[in-house]
């Protein structure tokens, strides 16, 4: 019989017999047995020393720290057999990528290519294979982060969300020197860095920076602010707060008054898929055909579910092939999988980013047409009315409208490259900003010659591919409407955080109006879900595109950038509409990339 403690204080004590048999549930707690291999102070590090004296093993922190006075001072140590190798997962070790070459640890059962099932590659073009097309876009593509550098990555953005840089930096002070500042600044920013290091770990920090110069780091530094500029490419969603702030330390660290003063800048090229394969010799990995499934993107969407195993199978079979048949002394077979990885996320990008633009375009064409105008439901638009700058027919709006969504399709399957080229100009050296007051505060404004050429590219395949381009053609950058290439950047991150909550909440109409109450209500308002779907698509066709939204009149219209600032001006507009419940009912929840 087992009693709680509980049921032994509420009973009556008197009444209690004694029972041998009784066990009380709060018996005191057996002591933990000691890890021998960790240190016996801190029980955080290894154990590296034995003190003989003590008859207990500590590492070599605290070794120093307990005995450096007094009688401890004489006790004699004996060097443990694991010191050679209690480093293996130190948060501070200088980051670097895997460079060791197939152990038994990695070895796996024997594949034959022969044995997989993977289908045969098809052409990308007319002259181009998959693989061709993949070489090149691999030059854009950031490589993956490992464990150890997602660890460095949590002190930058730990730094740098406590750091005050801009505010301290971007102002009209006639008072102090810019460059003092910003050397100044930049020096606390290091200081902070190494405090977070240290404070992760004693010993490795101890290494980097005890009786060092923030010179003698400088590739240090250099490599975590890499780490930072690689994960944002990855992930647009994430350090929406802290991005901007760390691209223009990194870019003052450019200036050559500030660099002679601090002794080293903080930029590091990007690596990315195609720079970190050249440099190991192995660009042949990406001319591989079975390639296409080793990268592939699992969508489970209307399949069922022997399919998707089939898929993850052959997956995960091309990798290990490719990774053994490519691993080598000069890349491992974990840095190979590591690109693989790498390319993969290229496609989950895409589907996230670029097949909003793609749906909506569907959406268009499926329930408008462009020659036979629905009474109710056109698209013409008139200057001065609902806050519509343009005039445009029914048939002229919806060319407009489509073309925009082609080119935003365009530019998002691009953005790679687009993201490259906006990081090469605003760290160049070549190119300088001027602070200036652009009517929203004050902004760097700064050309960006390699951006606006490839911008204008992509333009013109875009005209090419329409026949008869609608609206003007001019692309702002260096101005006070895009002031740089940062903003450029942020500004066009934009268009699947609009166009994904609008085609999900569409695609849900149908689903919600099973609930015989929200039919009922949709019937009674709208008139049924085909006649929804029209009312939100023709007033988004409408007033997303109808070069509202600038600061003035004369910046308003159908240029590149205001097309999507008309959008911005919709999406603010959302909580007045009158099916504005419906969409809360299908799940919106914003435009901030937090909905659904």
Not at 32 to 48: G, I, K, L
Not at 75 to 81: C, S, Y
Not at 98 to 115: L, W, Y
Not at 471 to 498: C, E, M, T
Request: hydrophobic share 35%; glycine share 6%; net charge negative.
């Amino acid at each position: 019989m087992k009693r709680s403690l509980g049921d032994i204080l509420l009973a009556d004590t008197e009444n209690v017999e004694e029972d041998p048999d009784v066990e009380l549930s709060d018996a005191e707690p057996v002591e933990e047995a000691v890890d021998s291999s960790m240190c016996a102070e801190c029980q955080d590090q290894p154990a590296v020393v034995e003190c003989q004296n003590c008859d207990e093993n500590f590492c070599d922190v605290c070794r120093k720290f307990l005995h450096r006075t007094g009688k401890r001072k004489a006790h004699e140590f004996r060097p443990l057999k694991a010191e050679e190798t209690a480093n293996g997962d130190s948060l501070v070790a200088e980051p670097k990528k895997a460079t060791e070459t197939s152990s038994s640890k990695e070895a796996q059962p024997e594949d034959d290519e022969d044995d997989v099932d993977l289908p045969g590659v098809h052409s990308v073009g007319s002259s181009s294979t998959f693989g061709d097309w993949l070489t090149s876009r691999a030059k854009y593509i950031p490589l993956r982060l490992t464990h150890e550098e997602r660890k460095y990555l949590r002190l930058l953005e730990a730094a740098l969300s406590v750091s005050e840089y801009t505010d301290k930096v971007d102002i009209l002070a006639m008072y102090s020197s810019r460059a003092k500042r910003v050397v100044a600044q930049l020096k606390d920013m290091c200081a902070t860095l190494a405090g977070l290091v240290v404070a992760s770990d004693m010993k490795a920090g101890q290494e980097l920076f005890q009786d060092k110069d923030y010179e003698d780091n400088a590739e240090f530094f250099q490599t975590i602010f890499e780490l930072g500029r690689r994960y944002k490419i990855q992930n647009p969603d994430k350090m929406r707060n802290t991005y901007g702030k760390m691209m223009y330390m990194v870019q003052d660290s450019m200036n050559s008054e500030v660099e002679e003063t601090l002794g080293f800048n903080l930029y590091k090229p990007i690596e990315t898929v195609h720079s970190f394969l050249a440099d190991r010799d192995a660009l042949g990995l990406l001319k591989e055909d079975i390639i296409v499934h080793a990268t592939k993107e699992i969508v489970p969407e209307g399949k069922k579910r022997a399919q998707i195993q089939t898929e993850i199978k052959q997956k995960e079979r091309a990798i290990e092939i490719l990774s053994k048949k490519h691993g080598s002394s000069k890349i491992s077979r974990e840095d190979i999988r590591q690109c693989l990885y790498a390319l993969g996320d290229n496609h989950a990008y895409l589907r996230a980013n670029r097949d909003p633009c793609d749906k909506m375009r569907a959406l268009l064409q499926q329930y408008f047409s462009p020659d036979k105008p629905d009474s109710e439901f056109h698209l013409s638009i008139q200057a001065g009315r609902g806050g519509a700058r343009l005039s445009h027919s029914h048939q002229k709006q919806y060319y407009y409208v489509n073309q925009s969504l082609s080119l935003w399709s365009s530019i998002m399957h691009e953005m790679y490259m687009l993201w490259s080229l906006s990081d090469s100009d605003l760290l160049s050296s070549r190119t300088r900003y001027r602070l200036t007051d652009t009517g929203q505060g004050l902004n760097r404004v700064q050309a960006c010659p390699g951006l606006s050429r490839a911008m204008h590219s992509i333009l013109s395949k875009a005209q090419q591919k329409a026949g008869t381009w609608i609206g003007s053609s001019v692309i702002h950058l260096g101005d006070h409407n895009v002031p740089n290439a940062l903003l450029f950047i942020d500004k066009y991150l934009q268009v699947p955080r609009i166009l994904n909550p609008i085609a999900i909440a569409v695609e849900e109409l149908e689903r919600i109006a099973r609930d015989p109450f929200i039919h009922g209500y949709i019937e009674q308002s709208f008139g049924g879900v085909e006649t929804l779907k029209k009312t939100i698509l023709s007033d988004f066709f409408k007033h997303g595109f109808d070069g509202s939204g600038a600061d003035n009149f004369f910046d308003a219209g159908s240029c590149i950038d205001g097309r999507l600032t008309s959008a911005w001006n919709w999406c603010n507009t959302i909580s007045k509409k009158p099916y504005y419940r419906i969409l809360l009912m299908a799940g919106f929840a914003g435009f901030d990339g937090d909905g659904f």
